[in-house]
């Protein structure tokens, strides 16, 4: 895909986990490779995650969870994403998540899910390969 603008990403910690260091290697990795990256830091709601992603036109939510809450999280996203009409910015979660949940997920909007260990390069070319172009819908 051919993109006038860099891909933007926001990378969020949603949550009372408060281990950030994965999240900062992805967000750094995305940058070096060429992407706009907005990290919204600790203990994000998802409301404020979803409207930091509407305010920066971002094309990737990418968000990192470590405390076993995405069965709430990652629905509430999708559906605030879907209230807003922004249903069209992929959705990628890192982190600790069962692979039982993992279906579910991906039912709920979630395009891939990244554990521990997955290589950057991975992660990069699945948002390059993956993001939609941005600007078709009038929210």
């Known amino acids: 895909m051919t993109n006038k603008h860099p891909i933007r990403v926001l990378v969020a910690k949603p949550g009372l986990d408060g281990h950030d260091r994965g999240a900062k290697i992805i967000a750094r990795a995305l940058r070096d490779a060429g992407m706009e990256v907005i990290y919204t830091g600790l203990r994000q709601t998802p409301e404020m995650i979803v409207s930091a992603a509407i305010q920066e036109d971002v094309d990737c939510i990418g968000l990192s969870i470590l405390s076993g809450a995405h069965n709430v999280i990652v629905p509430r996203i999708t559906a605030l994403l879907r209230e807003q009409k922004a249903e069209d910015i992929l959705l ?26 997955t290589p950057l390069e991975t992660t990069i070319t699945f948002i390059r390969e993956n993001v939609k172009p941005r600007g078709l819908l009038i929210r």
């Open 92 to 117: 990628v979660l890192g982190g600790t998540i069962p692979d039982e949940d993992q279906p579910k997920l991906k039912e709920n909007g979630v395009s891939a899910i990244f554990g521990p260990g």
